[in-house]
């Protein structure tokens, strides 16, 4: 079975600065997906970020950036220009890529609650 | 194009009694699957429907349970309740359409169940 950890139950961070998430993972299998969720007061999940096991290159989007280590089987998620609408929880987690039956579970991390100081 | 929908997005209920939750996935999204998040367990995966079939389900009770219709359109039913199953319950579409799909998963809102 897989496991997803996420060791640090909270962070903080200054407007504009940078903050990096971290995430560590455990699987037998070498084909999967990564990801991160933002779960904001809303209580909406919503996708920040996506790696593909097979891709040697950290994925990027816009402001939001992933150091993919597959070896050490960490995923760690860095926020650049923090801004107070990041303020929320992030979630790790981890799909595998072989078909069990379910392309839909997602396996996730206990999640980190950011704080954003003006 | 809308986003995925629950309801009711609270509810609370008594011991014993059942309870049924509804989804309605983005247009063309054919994969439903429910997560039930706690402070203490976090997010657990519950089930997955395609094409009205279930196609794995978590380590729940069988008081967990769930189906989906023709329109993609999914309920989950909860029966004989317990103050432990007072969670958010969270309903993720995605196109589910190849084996391999790594079509992302779109959530809703979540359903805040309360058990009394």
């Known amino acids: 079975a897989q496991t997803v950890t996420q060791s640090q139950p909270e962070m903080s961070v200054q407007e504009a600065e940078t903050v990096t998430l971290s995430c560590t993972y455990d699987?037998?299998?070498?084909?999967?997906?990564l990801f991160w969720y933002k779960q904001p007061p809303s209580r909406q999940m919503i996708l920040v970020i996506r790696?593909?096991?097979?891709?040697?290159q950290n994925a990027t989007e816009n402001r939001f950036s992933v150091n993919f280590q597959k070896a050490a089987k960490s995923f760690s998620l860095k926020i650049s220009d923090s801004q107070l609408g990041d303020a929320a929880m992030y979630f790790c987690?981890?799909?595998?890529?072989?078909?069990?039956?379910?392309?839909?579970?997602?396996?996730f991390g206990k999640g980190i609650t950011l704080s954003v100081r003006p | 194009k809308a986003g995925v929908t629950q309801t009711p997005r609270y509810l609370i209920k008594t011991r014993g009694q059942q309870v049924t939750l509804s989804c309605s996935p983005i247009?063309?999204?054919?994969?439903v699957s429910w997560y039930q998040q706690t402070p203490g367990q976090g997010l657990q995966f519950l089930f997955e429907?395609?094409?009205?079939?279930?196609?794995n389900k978590g380590n729940f009770p069988g008081r967990f349970s769930g189906r989906q219709f023709s329109n993609s359109r999914s309920e989950m039913n909860v029966s004989t309740l317990e103050l432990g199953d007072s969670a958010l319950y969270l309903c993720?579409?995605?196109?589910?359409?190849?084996?391999?799909?790594?079509?992302?998963?779109?959530f809703g809102n979540g359903t805040r169940l309360t058990v009394t």
């Open positions: 987690a981890y799909r595998s890529a072989t078909y069990t039956g379910a392309n839909s579970k997602l396996t």
């Open positions: 247009s063309g999204h054919r994969s």
């Open positions: 429907y395609f094409s009205e079939t279930q196609r």
């Open positions: 699987t037998s299998e070498s084909d999967y997906y």
């Open positions: 790696q593909e096991a097979y891709k040697q």
């Open positions: 993720a579409s995605s196109l589910g359409l190849s084996l391999r799909s790594n079509s992302p998963l779109h």
